[in-house]
């Protein structure tokens, strides 16, 4: 989430929040700063171990092998709802809390579908709008993984163009209908009540 890494030079005072230092071989000092303490560091001393540690991850969303039919059939048979369904880290990697909410607004699914029932065609469906969605963050400057989700749930940057994701109680872009939301896993999920089924 938020959190940097930054060289500083051997001189260079250290700020509030820098959590861990590295002495580079010329001196210079990196830096880890994390005011919001949601970053870690894990130290691997062979490739072996950092391969074996990334194992247990899902696809890459922007990965071509990301299809409708990829996540249709890993759902078979899943209660799990979808929205934590394409959330897990396991499944497919990267699809935060804003981007589940808003693909499945795009894709006109309700959060708490079970997987297992989800056909073919809206999982091609659902694809499509998570990378949608993705790129057009990225594309928005990549700015919003700065300061992504305060502490109050609302997004610091990213705002203008999001449909559902913290307008609780306001109207629906699309048909007026007014945006609920519901808590899933323990995260705010938001939709429209109509459009989303
Ligand atoms: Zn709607």
Request: proline content about 3%.
């Amino acid at each position: 989430m938020t959190g940097s890494l930054r060289v500083s030079g051997k001189n260079e005072e250290k700020r509030k929040h820098d959590h861990v230092e590295m002495i580079l071989s010329d001196g210079k000092i990196l830096r880890f700063h994390d005011p919001r303490r949601f970053g870690y560091l894990k130290w691997f001393a062979t490739q072996d171990e950092l391969l074996a540690s990334f194992s247990h991850y899902g696809i890459e969303p922007l990965d071509d092998v990301f299809t409708g039919k990829y996540l249709y059939e890993k759902s078979r048979g899943k209660k799990q709802a979808v929205k934590n369904f394409i959330m897990d880290q396991s499944v497919v990697v990267g699809v935060g809390n804003i981007y589940a909410c808003e693909a499945l607004f795009m894709a006109g699914i309700a959060p708490q579908t079970a997987s297992g029932k989800i056909s073919l065609t809206r999982y091609a469906k659902l694809v499509d709008a998570i990378k949608k969605v993705l790129l057009q963050a990225i594309e928005q400057g990549g700015t919003t993984l700065k300061d992504f989700e305060n502490a109050d749930a609302k997004p610091g940057y990213f705002q203008q163009s999001l449909q559902v994701y913290g307008r609780v109680n306001e109207e629906c872009a699309l048909c007026q209908a007014i945006i609920t939301t519901k808590v899933l896993a323990g995260r705010n999920s938001f939709y429209c009540p109509k459009c989303q089924r």
